[in-house]
């Protein structure tokens, strides 16, 4: 393999950068289209919901559930409703009709508490478009700002997550098995056929 296939010349980062804002673009056009706002941590959802300002709390729809949200004017069309890309837990999870400023007027502001704390969500709800989650950069939870012991529990709970969701063992497990496996190898005499791990 030669030097210059391996190196990503000026053309190809350009073009990368470019077919990134471009996709950057659309996806912020197709946000900018939807009848709310929305924003996350790793932890929880928030969404805003803009109606006119004369409604009342009595006046609207509000529907969340583990699985499923609905907003709407009471007698309308619902502004918001679907399935969540994953659950939530309802009771932790609230919604107020709040005055805004800029421009005056009302919105519905909506705290969604996820289940899973270690998962980015696509979009609010399943019918949305959805954004690319791999492009997220957490601003508060960045892993290089972290102290050493801290980003290893992080890192740790990230590794188990996903041995957990591929059906594989977790760190803990993995590093039972392993002492359990040098020590029959030290120890060939011993019978090991009972042994629990766990």
């Given at each position: 393999?030669s030097?210059?296939e391996?190196?990503?010349t ?46 009342k ?40 009709l709040?005055?805004t400023?800029?421009?005056p007027?009302?919105?519905i ?15 609010i ?41 591929a059906?594989g ?30």
């Amino acid at each position: 393999m030669s030097d210059a296939e391996q190196d990503p010349t000026p053309v190809d980062v350009a073009q990368r950068e470019q077919e990134e804002k471009e996709r950057k673009a659309k996806e912020d056009a197709e946000q900018a289209q939807l009848p709310y706002k929305w924003k996350q941590t790793i932890g929880d959802a928030e969404v805003t919901v803009p109606v006119p300002g004369n409604l009342k709390g009595r006046d609207l729809d509000v529907k969340i559930t583990k699985t499923s949200i609905k907003v709407a004017v009471k007698g309308q069309e619902p502004i918001l409703q679907g399935d969540f890309p994953h659950p939530i837990h309802a009771d932790e999870s609230t919604w107020t009709l709040e005055t805004t400023s800029q421009p005056p007027g009302k919105e519905i502001s909506i705290h969604l508490d996820k289940v899973n704390k270690m998962e980015w969500w696509p979009h609010i709800v399943t019918s949305a478009p959805k954004i690319d989650v791999s492009k997220i950069q957490p601003e508060n939870s960045n892993l290089s700002d972290l102290d050493g012991e801290t980003r290893a529990m992080v890192e740790k709970m990230m590794y188990d997550q996903r041995q957990k969701e591929a059906g594989g063992l977790t760190s803990d497990e993995q590093k039972k098995r392993d002492i359990l496996k040098k020590f029959q190898a030290e120890h060939p005499e011993m019978d090991f056929s009972n042994a629990q791990i766990g």
